[in-house]
């Protein structure tokens, strides 16, 4: 699987503002690999802006279409209005591993439930546009084993196959590569197989 996610490097985020009926909402997206990095977005939110009328957050920790690694909350805004309508708008971008807070300061005009909620979608929206992204790929883990004079062709071919090479395991018969397999693209090395007139065995499947 291939999808964007932010360009952000660990504990750095991006930040936008934008004001709607003289409040400020100030929107923070990072980079979420995990729960952890969302958890630390939250914390330097409400250190930056101790005197924020909310935080509201959310965050998709994992692929787009993640079910276990997310989460929202309207931290104290009517229910439904902030949370989930800033998590919808990740989703709908097909972005992964992001978390977003906004923090709003009220600026004295109510603006109803359905107001609020298209607030925060805007406010998300926003820093969606105009965040950095790279895609990544979702790999699983291969091994194959070659003979010292197959190393060479085999690296070359695995850079040609958009196959990336973790490890090198080196014994007295030849070299074990650890391949990261894209999940996304069948298992099939029969054409460096042929290169390598057969001299290479491989382990591990893909995975189901």
Request: glycine residues 10%; negative net charge.
């Amino acid at each position: 699987m291939r999808y964007p996610v932010p360009d952000l490097a660990p504990g750095s985020w991006f930040e936008i503002e934008i004001e709607i009926e003289r409040s400020r909402f100030i929107t923070w997206l990072a980079h979420a690999p995990d729960t952890a990095a969302f958890d630390g977005l939250l914390a330097a939110a409400r250190s930056a802006h101790p005197n924020a009328s909310h935080h509201c957050s959310a965050f998709v920790a994992g692929p787009p279409g993640e079910q276990v690694n997310i989460g929202f909350s309207d931290d104290g805004e009517p229910g439904g209005t902030a949370g989930r309508p800033m998590y919808q708008a990740l989703t709908g971008d097909g972005i992964g591993q992001v978390a977003a807070v906004v923090t709003r300061y009220f600026g004295g005009i109510k603006l109803g439930t359905g107001g609020l909620a298209r607030a925060y979608t805007q406010a998300v929206m926003a820093a969606l546009a105009e965040v950095p992204r790279r895609e990544i790929t979702e790999r699983h883990e291969l091994r194959i084993q070659v003979d010292f004079a197959g190393e060479a062709d085999t690296r070359d071919w695995c850079t040609q196959h958009d196959v990336t090479i973790t490890d090198a395991l080196y014994t007295a018969n030849g070299v074990t590569l650890v391949l990261g397999w894209p999940s996304d693209t069948p298992v099939d090395v029969s054409t460096l197989h042929s290169r390598l007139k057969g001299r290479l065995e491989l382990e591990g499947e893909a995975p189901t």
